[in-house]
Protein backbone atom coordinates (compact mmCIF):
# COMPACT_ATOMS: atom_id res chain seq x y z
CA UNK A 1 0.00 0.00 0.00
CA UNK A 2 1.76 2.87 -0.83
CA UNK A 3 1.42 6.27 1.35
CA UNK A 4 2.35 9.84 0.87
CA UNK A 5 3.18 11.32 3.94
CA UNK A 6 2.08 15.11 4.13
CA UNK A 7 4.04 17.32 6.55
CA UNK A 8 4.22 20.94 7.16
CA UNK A 9 0.75 22.59 7.82
CA UNK A 10 -0.07 24.95 10.57
CA UNK A 11 -0.98 28.25 11.72
CA UNK A 12 0.17 31.43 10.39
CA UNK A 13 -1.19 35.01 10.04
CA UNK A 14 -2.43 36.42 6.45
CA UNK A 15 0.55 37.55 4.16
CA UNK A 16 2.84 34.99 6.25
CA UNK A 17 4.17 31.53 4.74
CA UNK A 18 4.50 27.89 4.71
CA UNK A 19 6.31 24.88 2.91
CA UNK A 20 4.37 21.51 3.02
CA UNK A 21 6.13 18.48 2.15
CA UNK A 22 5.24 15.32 0.74
CA UNK A 23 7.23 11.75 0.27
CA UNK A 24 7.79 9.76 -1.52
CA UNK A 25 7.57 11.86 -4.51
CA UNK A 26 9.41 9.73 -7.18
CA UNK A 27 5.96 9.82 -9.40
CA UNK A 28 5.46 10.46 -13.15
CA UNK A 29 2.99 13.59 -11.68
CA UNK A 30 2.23 14.62 -8.41
CA UNK A 31 -0.11 17.08 -7.32
CA UNK A 32 -1.66 19.24 -4.58
CA UNK A 33 -5.14 19.81 -3.67
CA UNK A 34 -6.94 21.50 -0.54
CA UNK A 35 -10.20 20.99 0.20
CA UNK A 36 -12.01 23.58 2.88
CA UNK A 37 -15.47 23.04 4.81
CA UNK A 38 -17.84 22.77 2.83
CA UNK A 39 -16.00 23.04 -0.24
CA UNK A 40 -15.33 20.66 -2.85
CA UNK A 41 -11.48 19.52 -3.52
CA UNK A 42 -9.61 21.93 -5.29
CA UNK A 43 -6.61 21.50 -7.57
CA UNK A 44 -3.94 23.22 -6.35
CA UNK A 45 -0.74 22.59 -8.15
CA UNK A 46 0.79 19.64 -9.96
CA UNK A 47 4.00 19.17 -11.07
CA UNK A 48 4.83 16.75 -14.03
CA UNK A 49 8.01 14.16 -15.06
CA UNK A 50 9.31 17.05 -17.57
CA UNK A 51 9.43 19.54 -14.90
CA UNK A 52 6.02 21.38 -16.38
CA UNK A 53 4.27 22.88 -13.20
CA UNK A 54 0.60 23.80 -13.51
CA UNK A 55 -1.34 26.23 -10.81
CA UNK A 56 -5.01 27.28 -10.32
CA UNK A 57 -5.72 30.91 -10.82
CA UNK A 58 -5.82 31.53 -7.61
CA UNK A 59 -2.51 30.69 -6.24
CA UNK A 60 -0.53 31.86 -9.27
CA UNK A 61 2.04 33.90 -8.72
CA UNK A 62 2.26 33.09 -4.83
CA UNK A 63 2.59 29.22 -4.77
CA UNK A 64 5.15 27.58 -6.18
CA UNK A 65 5.45 23.76 -6.76
CA UNK A 66 8.77 21.66 -6.98
CA UNK A 67 10.40 18.50 -6.01
CA UNK A 68 13.86 17.23 -4.50
CA UNK A 69 14.79 14.16 -6.31
CA UNK A 70 17.73 13.68 -4.33
CA UNK A 71 15.71 14.00 -1.04
CA UNK A 72 12.54 12.21 -2.54
CA UNK A 73 10.32 15.07 -1.58
CA UNK A 74 7.72 17.26 -3.21
CA UNK A 75 7.41 20.82 -1.76
CA UNK A 76 4.61 23.41 -2.04
CA UNK A 77 6.00 26.92 -1.32
CA UNK A 78 3.06 28.86 -0.24
CA UNK A 79 3.81 32.86 0.13
CA UNK A 80 1.42 35.20 0.75
CA UNK A 81 -1.09 33.31 2.28
CA UNK A 82 -4.89 34.46 2.61
CA UNK A 83 -7.77 33.43 4.43
CA UNK A 84 -8.84 31.55 1.50
CA UNK A 85 -6.23 29.43 1.55
CA UNK A 86 -7.13 27.87 4.70
CA UNK A 87 -8.00 24.17 3.92
CA UNK A 88 -6.90 20.67 4.13
CA UNK A 89 -3.75 20.14 1.58
CA UNK A 90 -3.51 17.03 0.23
CA UNK A 91 -0.74 15.16 -1.79
CA UNK A 92 -1.36 13.15 -4.60
CA UNK A 93 0.51 11.13 -7.07
CA UNK A 94 0.03 9.08 -10.01
CA UNK A 95 2.81 7.06 -12.16
CA UNK A 96 0.86 6.51 -15.68
CA UNK A 97 1.21 10.45 -16.98
CA UNK A 98 3.55 11.08 -19.86
CA UNK A 99 4.10 14.80 -19.34
CA UNK A 100 1.54 17.57 -20.16
CA UNK A 101 3.27 17.49 -23.83
CA UNK A 102 2.01 14.47 -24.57
CA UNK A 103 -1.59 14.56 -23.94
CA UNK A 104 -1.84 18.83 -25.36
CA UNK A 105 -1.63 20.64 -22.02
CA UNK A 106 -4.13 18.89 -20.06
CA UNK A 107 -3.02 17.55 -16.59
CA UNK A 108 -4.66 14.48 -14.23
CA UNK A 109 -7.91 15.39 -13.25
CA UNK A 110 -8.29 14.15 -9.43
CA UNK A 111 -9.52 10.80 -10.31
CA UNK A 112 -6.98 9.98 -12.32
CA UNK A 113 -4.06 10.49 -9.12
CA UNK A 114 -3.95 7.16 -7.36
CA UNK A 115 -2.44 8.09 -4.52
CA UNK A 116 -3.39 10.41 -1.83
CA UNK A 117 -2.12 11.70 1.64
CA UNK A 118 -3.73 11.71 4.48
CA UNK A 119 -3.92 15.77 4.16
CA UNK A 120 -2.55 18.42 6.38
CA UNK A 121 -4.45 21.15 7.46
CA UNK A 122 -3.36 24.99 6.89
CA UNK A 123 -5.15 27.95 9.00
CA UNK A 124 -4.72 31.79 8.53
CA UNK A 125 -5.73 34.21 10.68
CA UNK A 126 -6.18 37.38 10.03
Known amino acids: QVQLLESGGGSVQVGGSLTLTCAPSGYKCMGWYREAPGKNREGVAS???????FYAQSVKGRFIISKDNAKNILYLQMNELKPGDAATYYC????????????????????????WGQGTQVTVSS
Open 47 to 53: LDVGGNS
Open 92 to 115: AAENGFLGVATYGGSWPTAAEFNY
